[in-house]
């Protein structure tokens, strides 16, 4: 099946706010580029992350949805991205059982320095959402046209 | 000068601490000074706090990189270079100064009364307009190595040296002739930031103390040109190899050759360069476990590659150290080659590097083929370079008018190891003697408390606040909101000069979300965060009545405190302000993609005004801690705590379970480097003794511990001279472990069946009591690493040298008496290596042994005696030998003291696999557990020398005495709370906990009005919500990070209103 090359994809994506939020700001000061599908919710830790938050975003129309934590073993809260990762895997498999690609959700490991990475991951995860289309839960909405206007 | 955004006036009319060096040490004894209440200057003559911590990529033996760790506030951010929330630009405490760029002049005076003057260098960028656009760096046409990267990337001459340096401002490396033509960062700076004419500007302070924290130079090992350094492309220093293997290094963590940027296949470390030679005669300490660090890191990275140490001994003397070595060595396959490099060339048509060794030196083998010259390629070579003093040692030695030793460090005392040669300076960190971040911090912490003995007057004179989530001066919370009104919703839209207004239409968005429930007003300002955005900002909530406030602007990490004092101050409560994103989330991502931009940003806005209309206000409890402390355990450790805090003017129970003071150190007769440790423990025992404010209760022990920090109850249980017990119950704010260790006992060896084979502490008591015994001996051994038959291996950091110095004393009571040592590691660090070379000189003779095939010991009958024997396979001739001594003396293990488990229990903190308490964080936090207000020093936390149980034991007293020294602390925040009528006490939260701090409580009624439901300690909670995550009847909620706030606009994004957008 082919992409829709209209479709955008739209991806919610869960940081800590520390490793996670902070590679983020760093590919901003690096000026790495990446395309403006993800919307970056912040958390404390990504052992914050709740499969009802990942079940969630999904059913409110998410088309994919990714975690990023700190790298593994160093955690600021020692272990709490690897709490956050097994949810991950446990919301994959409720989403299997619902009929929803498991590849939808991800999570990725970075260091607060790591802003080249955090747009590859990005890159990588709108690639992937384009591929397998849009989330079947969306709700329709009319296409709005939405010319910017720059007021520099 | 640079200081935290609200305090500027004022700060020059009491007296405060001068920190010279802003690495991980200064910024250390810092935080520790401002917290205790005291006012710190902190210089440091680059533009960037940092130092060399940060930039290593990893710390051994944990491998994590978390600096953020080194806090104990609930403040976020991993903040490296900073090392706490403390010093992050808009939330630096109000109790320091940072003086970067800034150099020392002159400092006259005394203890307690110093007259310093300082230089500040031309501030040509000033940091506190720069708004990191990096305008000014796009147009520079000059290039320069990147310092910070170490010359394997670039920068412009105006520029950062990192990311996320601090202060956060770009800077001019050097103003060059050509700059005062070319003038285009000038011209484009959209906030005039850039001043090319700027001078000098001199200084006066006025302190009552000085810490050195001047850190390290690495050795150059272009001083070495048979290496090859500068020469062979693929030859590099180890702070390199950091910098490629580091996250933030320019390849992102890839290690990769210099010459063809391919990722090698054989990489070789070569040890002790520029240490443990001629010219540098000493032990940098560090090297060997960074290595083994950088060799592991590049197991783990790249498949199959070949990692080969060349090493001289394997130093590994910490807790944790040697399981580490022995995982690297067992576990991830890295080669230990004992032995000098005999050449360094290079293969010139495949760049690779070949080195030439002897034959048959590979780690615990035998000695076959011994002798012959071995050679190998290798893609990478790295010169774990050492430590040499820093760069301007001596000029500033000059300046302050303080001593260094022999080697270029500062001159210390044994028993005052954080003094100089001047009264009232005191040095900390690498400065002192080769040491690694763990021990740095420790020296950071102890200096700061030898300052505020100094200081003592002004402890918590400056106080300053925790009650909002950012730092502030003055005590006690202004802001009490009673019960969440009705949101009315202030928006803010930042257009940074450009940075943000340029990308995305903030138009659209504002006509977007005046329609959006909650929102009162929407206002578009060219720059929120300088002054007059600031005051836009204030006149917006007054004028509107608006009782929240969302900016979209840059990254919340930065600059949400300067946000929440500004709502504060209005009034409002600081967690009902939202900082969104829109620069380095959105804008500055997305250049190319207006329209995409511009949708984002309506959807992030659109979010973060949901979760702030879900907000509530949060107000943190307020406790007065206690001015008393508890110490545990009266050895050298505990009685240099007690006397720390008792000085400062504070009361101390010192709870000793022998007879009387001094624990180990009665049995200590004479130390390597010559002073009279029995002098020091009668100094300590009378000053103990005489001061008013030590309650010593000697032959007790805690029985019972409770409460947390600032508020703790003890149960003391003394024994009375007739035999009778008596118990007392205190109440104290801190509690500091001294419990010490113990050395081993055991039958290894034939000790205790064979009367001439004793330990070594009983050699010491026959060299120190029965000098003429020592002339009679002809013969003697000693047998290092000796392990009790059922204990783990660990290395006891102090037998090496014991050792050594009872080898030197019988050396030079018996000259002619064979002493022998038999030994696995010669663990002399630092300058302990003095020792090493002058046994060696006077014929003492070492001989290396095996894990695998350790010394064999028997008794033989000759004629009518029984002989002593020892064996040992020498590896280097190939050969058993067998040594006849009058004495064998044992190098037994230091253990943890027995009741080391059972205070363990409790007081709830951990214990590491070798039985001691478990600190923690390995490197940033050694003095302290995750608990706060619970310390631990000395032997309790691992073996270790006199002057470093004195170290570790001031290092305590400053931490204590920032709790000590508050008014009041403020617990809470952002923490979990449990709602007791939903919770069915599964446990499930106790379980998940990384830190263990939910507990079933009996008091508290559960659901069902059944007895019994979980609590959370706002004293203890970190607010990492793992357990909220978990909980499986959703009773926990995270403050700031309700439920309601999060899940909302998780889903498909809100296409804008089509009528509004069109326009």
């Given amino acids: 099946m082919k992409p829709d090359p209209s479709f955008t994809p739209e991806i919610t994506v869960f940081a800590c706010i520390y490793c996670g939020y902070m590679a983020a700001d760093t590919a901003g000061s690096l000026r790495n580029e990446y395309p403006a599908s993800i919307k970056i919710v912040r958390l404390p830790c990504t052992g914050k992350t709740d499969i009802q938050y990942l079940l969630d975003a999904f059913e409110q129309g998410a088309d994919g949805v990714y975690i990023v934590a700190c790298s593994l073993g160093n955690c600021h809260h020692e272990h709490g991205n690897e709490r956050g990762y097994a949810r991950m895997l446990q919301a994959r498999k409720i989403l299997e059982s619902i009929g929803l690609e498991p590849e939808r959700l991800d999570m990725f490991f970075v260091s607060g320095g790591m802003g080249a990475s955090f747009a590859q991951y990005a890159q990588e995860m709108t690639e992937r959402i384009r591929q397998l289309g849009p989330n079947p839960l969306k709700r329709p909405f009319p296409i709005a046209d939405f010319e910017p206007h720059p007021t520099s | 000068m640079y200081s935290g ?35 710190t200057y902190l210089l440091e003559n680059t533009p960037s706090l940092g130092g060399r911590v940060a930039q290593l990529g990893f710390m051994f033996p944990t491998h994590d990189c978390v600096l953020c760790r080194g806090t104990s506030d609930h403040g976020f951010g991993c903040t490296r270079p900073a090392i706490t929330p403390a010093l992050m630009d808009h939330n630096c405490h109000p109790n320091i100064t940072v003086l970067t760029s800034t150099d020392l002049i002159s400092c006259e005076g005394q203890a307690g009364d110093f007259r310093v003057v300082l230089q500040e260098k031309p501030q040509i960028v000033n940091a506190s307009l720069c708004i990191n656009c990096g305008r000014c760096a796009e147009v520079c046409p000059e290039i320069r190595p990147s310092g910070f990267q170490l010359g394997l990337s670039s920068r412009k001459l105006i520029d950062k040296s990192a990311p996320r340096s601090l202060p956060n401002a770009y800077y001019l490396l050097q103003k060059t002739d050509r700059c005062e033509d070319c003038r285009k960062c000038v011209e484009v700076c959209p906030t005039d930031a850039i001043d090319l004419e700027a001078a000098p500007k001199p200084m006066e302070i006025h302190v009552g103390a000085v810490i050195m924290a001047m850190g ?94 060349f090493t001289m001994d394997e130093r590994a003397f910490n807790k944790e150290y040697n399981f580490y070595y022995q995982k690297a060595r067992d576990d991830f396959g890295i080669n230990y080659t004992r032995c ?71 001159e210390t005392d044994k028993f005052a190891p954080l003094s100089t040669s001047r009264p009232g300076v005191f040095v900390c960190g690498a400065f002192a003697s080769p040491k690694e971040i763990a021990e740095t911090i420790l020296d950071a912490s102890g200096a700061a408390a030898e300052a505020m003995r100094i200081m003592h007057d002004q402890l918590g004179s400056r106080t300053f606040s925790r009650a909002q989530p950012f730092l502030s001066l003055e005590s006690g919370s202004t ?29 659209t968005i504002a006509d977007q979300i005046t329609h959006l429930e909650g929102v009162k007003k929407v206002e578009i300002l060219p720059l929120a965060c300088l002054q007059d955005g600031k005051q836009q900002i204030r006149d917006l909530i007054r004028s509107n009545g608006a009782n929240r406030l969302v900016i979209g602007a840059c990254s919340h990490r930065t600059h949400e405190p300067l946000f929440q004092r500004l709502v504060a101050e209005t009034g409002i409560n600081p967690y009902l302000v939202e900082v969104v994103n829109l620069r380095e989330h959105c804008a500055w991502v997305h250049p190319q993609d207006h329209q995409g931009a511009t949708h984002k940003a309506y959807e992030l806005m659109r979010m973060g005004i949901e979760r702030i209309r879900h907000a509530v206000p949060i107000i943190k409890e307020e406790r007065k801690p206690v001015r008393a402390a508890l110490v545990i355990g009266g050895g050298v450790s505990g009685m240099t705590a007690a006397l720390g805090i008792a000085d400062a003017g504070y009361d101390v129970h010192l709870v000793e379970k022998d007879n009387e003071l001094g624990g180990n150190l009665r049995h200590v007769y004479y130390v390597a480097e010559g002073d009279n440790p029995q002098r020091l423990l009668r100094d300590l025992v009378n000053r103990i003794l005489s001061h008013e404010r030590i309650s010593l209760h000697i032959r007790s022990q805690i029985v019972r511990h409770t409460g947390s920090v600032g508020d703790f109850r003890a149960r003391i249980r003394s024994q009375r001279s007739n035999g009778s017990f008596q118990e007392e119950e205190i109440r104290h704010a801190v509690t500091i472990l001294a419990t010490g260790g113990k050395e081993a006992g055991g039958s290894r060896y034939l000790l205790g069946k064979d009367p001439r084979v004793i330990p070594q502490s009983e050699l010491e008591q026959i060299l120190a009591h029965q000098p003429e015994r020592a002339t009679r001996l002809r013969s003697v051994v000693m047998i290092q690493c000796v392990m009790p038959e059922d204990g783990i291996d660990y290395c006891s950091r102090i037998c090496c040298t014991n050792s050594l110095k009872n080898a030197l004393r019988l050396k030079m009571l018996n000259p002619d008496c064979q002493v022998v040592i038999l030994y696995k590691n010669i663990i002399t660090y630092g300058f302990r290596e003095k020792y090493y070379i002058e046994a060696r000189r006077r014929g003492v003779l070492f001989v290396r042994y095996t894990e695998n095939d350790p010394p064999r010991v028997r008794i033989e009958l000759s004629g009518s005696r029984l002989k002593t024997i020892v064996d040992i396979q020498e590896n280097i001739f190939g050969r058993t030998l067998s040594f006849e001594p009058d004495l064998l003396a044992l190098s037994m293990a230091v253990q943890p003291a027995e009741d080391t488990s059972k205070l363990a229990q409790m007081l709830g903190v951990p214990q590491s696999p070798e039985g001691f308490f478990q600190e923690s964080h390995l490197k940033m936090r050694p003095m302290e557990f995750a608990d706060e207000g619970i310390f631990l020093t000395g032997m309790a936390h691992y073996p270790k020398f006199l002057e470093e149980c004195i170290t570790h034991s001031l290092a305590c007293v400053g931490r204590a005495l920032t709790i000590l020294s508050r008014p009041t602390i ?57 357990c909220t995550a978990e909980c499986p009847a959703r009773a926990i909620q995270l403050r700031h990070y309700h439920d309601d706030q999060i899940r909302v606009g998780l889903g498909q994004w809100e296409q804008p209103l089509p009528e509004l957008a069109a326009d």
């Fill in chain 2, 5 to 39: 955004d609200p305090i500027e006036a004022g700060l020059q009319q009491e007296r405060g601490v001068l920190v010279i060096g802003g690495g991980v040490g200064g910024m250390r004894a810092a935080i520790d000074l401002a917290e205790a209440g005291i006012h």
């Fill in chain 2, 479 to 507: 802001v009490q909101e009673e019960k969440p009104k009705d949101p009315a919703i202030s928006v803010v839209l930042c257009g940074c000069a450009g940075e943000i207004s340029n990308i995305i239409d903030l138009k």
């Fill in chain 2, 340 to 410: 000098r490099i005999s050449s360094v060339d290079e293969d010139p048509e495949t760049g690779e590097v070949i080195l030439r060794f002897p034959a048959g030196r590979i780690h615990e083998e035998a000695a076959h083929g011994q002798g012959a010259i071995q050679e190998e390629r290798f893609d990478l070579l790295v010169l774990t370079v050492g430590i040499r003093p820093p760069k301007d040692a001596v000029k500033i030695a000059q300046q302050l008018g303080i001593n260094l030793n022999e080697y270029g460090f500062c």
């Fill in chain 2, 216 to 309: 390290f130079q690495p050795f150059d090992p272009s001083e070495m040109p048979e290496l090859g350094y500068g020469r062979i492309p693929d030859v590099i220093t180890s702070m390199q190899y950091e910098r490629l293997a580091s996250r933030s290094g320019p390849t992102e963590g890839i290690v990769r050759r210099i010459s063809n940027n391919e990722v090698p296949k054989r990489i070789a470390w070569l040890q002790c360069i520029g240490s443990r030679d001629q010219r540098n005669p000493y032990c940098s300490s560090i090297c060997c476990m960074y290595a083994t660090k950088e060799a592991m890191l590049a197991k783990e990275r790249i498949d199959g590659v070949e990692c080969h140490i």
């Fill in chain 2, 970 to 1026: 403020q617990l809470g925040g952002v923490i979990a709370v449990v709602d007791p009528d939903r919770c069915t006490g599964c446990l499930t939260c106790v379980r998940t906990c990384p830190f263990g701090i939910p507990e079933i409580r009996i008091d508290q009624v559960g659901v069902g009005g059944l007895d019994g439901a979980a609590w959370i300690n706002p004293a203890r909670c970190q607010g990492c919500g793992t």
